[in-house]
């Protein structure tokens, strides 16, 4: 038995690296390779650009947009569970965007203008 063979100097250790942004191979040009078609994209970026910057605009985004999903259900018959539906929210393409624009409306109803958000939960 060599102590050696336990050691860890021949491993490799991954260590996590930031890239910036501009640096990324996300902006670089490809060589032949096809862009993935999503024809949702405009609307996403949209979404991820809009600014909360008045205190109706964030609550009419909190009233608008749901904390949970609206579609999920327990069906119940005599005290017995018959069946569940599940949530539905994330089969919609626009789930993550949506979300967090209800988010950064929250945000700016808390920080900005100092309300309490629980009535949004």
Not at 2 to 22: L, Q
Not at 68 to 94: A, D, S, Y
Request: glycine share 2%; with cysteine; aromatic share 8%.
């Amino acid at each position: 038995m060599n102590v050696s063979d336990y050691t860890i100097s021949d491993r490799i250790v991954a260590i996590p690296v930031w890239i910036p942004k501009e640096e990324s191979a996300v902006n670089l040009p490809t060589t032949g390779q096809p862009q993935p078609c999503d024809p949702l994209r405009p609307l996403r970026q949209w979404l991820d650009s809009i600014e909360v910057k008045s205190p109706k605009l964030a609550h009419r985004l909190c009233k608008l947009i749901p904390a949970q999903c609206p579609f999920e259900r327990t069906v119940k018959l005599f005290g017995r569970t018959l069946f569940h539906i599940p949530p539905l929210c994330k089969l919609n393409p626009l789930y993550d965007e949506l979300v967090a624009l209800r988010f950064r409306a929250l945000c700016y109803l808390a920080d900005v203008c100092g309300e309490d958000v629980t009535r949004y939960c």
